[in-house]
């Protein structure tokens, strides 16, 4: 059974940096595709829904909403089974829970509990 387990999330200042990890602690599994969502504070507006950020693919190729791209690179350790999100240049509008989702190659999604992430002066 796949299990994501995230890291890396905390309080930082507006400008900092912080790296997510997601590693898959459960059964081997036919993982292609590796996803970091955001979910907005609760306070936001309805609009405001799970934003996709990026996205890697095993083979390699990414894929970044536009507001991170230039600031979060994400990649993929297979020896590991670990995604990683490195964000840098963090923004107040970043603030959120940051949630790992991984689907494999019957298309079933799998969630991790997801990593607090606080940009804050």
């Known amino acids: 059974q796949v299990q994501l387990v995230e890291s890396g999330g905390g309080l930082v200042q507006p400008g900092g940096s912080l790296r997510l990890s997601c590693t898959n602690a459960?059964?081997?599994?036919?993982?292609?595709?590796w996803r970091w969502f955001r979910q907005p504070p609760e306070n936001q507006p309805p609009e405001n829904q799970r934003?996709?950020?990026?996205?890697?693919?095993?083979?390699?190729?990414?894929n970044y909403a536009d507001s991170a791209k230039g600031r979060f690179t994400i990649s993929y350790d297979s020896a590991k089974n670990t995604v990683y999100l490195q964000m840098n240049n963090l923004k107040p509008g970043d603030t959120g829970v940051y949630l790992c989702?991984?689907?494999?190659?019957?298309?079933?999604?799998?969630w991790g509990q997801g990593t607090q992430v606080t940009v804050s002066s």
């Open positions: 459960g059964s081997a599994a036919s993982l292609y595709v």
């Open positions: 934003e996709l950020v990026a996205a890697v693919w095993t083979g390699g190729t990414t």
């Open positions: 989702n991984a689907i494999n190659t019957e298309g079933r999604h799998h």
